[in-house]
C-alpha cells in the first residue's frame, strides 16, 4: 500500500498564530513530499515540493517565510503557517512520492480556519 | 504555467455511462492520472496512463489518450451513486510535479 496521514485534520485557530500541519507516508519512505491548497470549488495549487533533508523548493507567489516547510525525514514533513490570517483559511493537502514513481499519493487534507 | 482544462459540471443517470474530459497543453507530460475527492476528503488515485498509450481499462474505468489533440478522458460504466464526486485530471510535470486540471463534479442521479 501507500497511505499517507495528515494531522490535523481540522483546525480553528486566532488570527496572529501559528499552525503546524503534520503529513506522514505511513507504510512507505517518501523522498519528495508536496504541499497544495485548495479552495472551495476550485483545483489544488502546489504550493512546494519538499525533498527529504534540503530546503523545499517554492512555487512563484509563494511567500516561504509565511509558509515554513521542513523534511526531516523520509517520512515526515510538516507546514507551518506562520502568523495565520483569515484569508489563509483553505484546505491544505499533502502529497508524498514513492521511491522513485512518478504517482503521488495523497493525504486526506488539513482543513484550517483562521478567525 | 500549465493549462489543464475540464468541464466543471457532469449529471448522469445511476447505471449509464459517464465520460469525463480534459485537455492539457504540455505535450512533454510522461503520464496522466485521474483522481477522485469525494467531499471534504482527500484525492484518491483512481487510475494512471502512460503518455505512449492510447487507452488503458481497469474494472468499471477506461482512460483513452489522444495525444496529438492533447485530450484525455475517463469512463465510468454502469455508473453508480458512490462515484458521485469531484474528478480530477493531472499531468507529471518537470520536477515530478502535478498540475490540475478544474475539476469536473459528477452528480449520478438514481
Known amino acids: 500500500g501507500a497511505v499517507v496521514s495528515q494531522h490535523p485534520s481540522w483546525v480553528i485557530c486566532k488570527s496572529g498564530t501559528s499552525v503546524k500541519i503534520e503529513c506522514r507516508s505511513l507504510d512507505f519512505q517518501a523522498t519528495t513530499m508536496f504541499w497544495y491548497r485548495q479552495f472551495p470549488k476550485q483545483s489544488l495549487m502546489l504550493m512546494a515540493t519538499s525533498n527529504e533533508g534540503s530546503k523545499a523548493t517554492y512555487e512563484q507567489g509563494v511567500e516561504k517565510d509565511k509558509f515554513l516547510i521542513n523534511h526531516a525525514s523520509l517520512t515526515l514533513s510538516t507546514l507551518t503557517v506562520t502568523s495565520a490570517h483569515p484569508e489563509d483559511s483553505s484546505f491544505y493537502i499533502c502529497?508524498?512520492?514513492?521511491?522513485?514513481?512518478?504517482?503521488?499519493?495523497f493525504g486526506p487534507g488539513t482543513r484550517l480556519l483562521v478567525l | 504555467g500549465e493549462d489543464v482544462e475540464q468541464s466543471l459540471f457532469l449529471s448522469v443517470r445511476e447505471g449509464d455511462s459517464s465520460v469525463i474530459n480534459c485537455t492539457y497543453t504540455d505535450s512533454s507530460s510522461t503520464y496522466l492520472y485521474w483522481y477522485k475527492q469525494e467531499p471534504g476528503a482527500g484525492l484518491q488515485l483512481l487510475t494512471y496512463?502512460?503518455?505512449?498509450?492510447d487507452m488503458k481499462q481497469d474494472q468499471r474505468l477506461t482512460v483513452l489518450l489522444n495525444k496529438k489533440d492533447k485530450h484525455l478522458s475517463l469512463r465510468i460504466a454502469d455508473t453508480q451513486t458512490g462515484d458521485s464526486a469531484i474528478y480530477f485530471c493531472a499531468e507529471i510535470f518537470t520536477g515530478n510535479q502535478f498540475y490540475f486540471g478544474t475539476g469536473t463534479s459528477l452528480t449520478v442521479i438514481p
Open positions: 496512463i502512460f503518455s505512449n498509450m
Open positions: 502529497s508524498a512520492r514513492k521511491g522513485q514513481e512518478n504517482t503521488q499519493y
